[in-house]
T-cell receptor
């Protein structure tokens, strides 16, 4: 069964550093998403991406965040200057009829 | 705006008991999709079901069943004869129609289900 692949599974970074979270969506899906889940809390929408541009973003997705589809397969989330409160599980998803989530990247900012 | 409410924060049952997880939603859309996801301790989100708002038939899949009641805006999930492996956080989620640009999923707060042997 096709799956969404996320790398790395766990990343530790120092506050103020830039991180790039990577995702390979399912190849024939057209919509891509990033969600965030702070430990013990609900899953929150960050951004959706369609046709090589952002189609919707939440209030969480401020100027420190950016997304890119640098080639035909990867979909990345960049956090420019990480803060302690960015520590969370970040899920990538792609969609055709249903949403398929990757297994997540646990980001720890120290 | 869309909203999903899962009023039960935690539920604890003994193995083989039946358990129902409640989900109530709010949306202004006339068509929408409802979902249930399971999040085991390992952290991934496991898709369980998608329901179109046009389809109010209840669904059964093995020990799992879902009751969709549009009149009360509820989409409840029942596990029959629960097992220890069912222990997880369960999320209910809502999305607008597929044609809507973006079509973000809105999640509820989740219900932590613990099944004790």
């Amino acid at each position: 069964e096709p799956e969404v692949t996320q790398t790395p599974s766990h990343q530790v970074t120092q506050m103020g550093q830039e991180v790039i979270l990577r995702c390979v969506p399912i190849s024939n899906h057209l919509y891509f998403y990033w969600y965030r889940q702070i430990l013990g809390q609900k899953v929150e929408f960050l951004v959706s991406f369609y046709n090589n541009e952002i189609s919707e973003k939440s209030e969480i997705f401020d100027d420190q965040f950016s997304v890119e589809r640098p080639d035909g397969s990867n979909f990345t989330l960049k956090i420019r200057s990480t803060k302690l409160e960015d520590s969370a599980m970040y899920f990538c998803a792609s969609r055709e009829y249903g949403y398929t989530f990757g297994s997540g990247t646990r980001l720890t900012v120290v | 705006a869309q909203k999903v409410t899962q009023a039960q924060t935690e539920i604890s049952v003994v193995e083989k008991e039946d358990v129902t997880l409640d989900c109530v939603y709010e949306t202004r859309d006339t068509t929408y999709y409802l979902f249930w996801y399971k999040q085991p301790p390992s952290g991934e989100l496991v898709f369980l079901i998608r329901r179109n708002s046009f389809d109010e038939q209840n669904e059964i899949s093995g020990r799992y069943s879902w009751n969709f009641q549009k009149s009360t805006s509820s989409f409840n999930f029942t596990i029959t004869a629960s097992q220890v492996v069912d222990s997880a956080v369960y999320f209910c989620a809502l999305s607008p129609p597929r044609e809507t640009s973006g079509s973000r999923l809105t999640f509820g707060e989740g219900t932590q289900l613990t099944v004790n042997p």
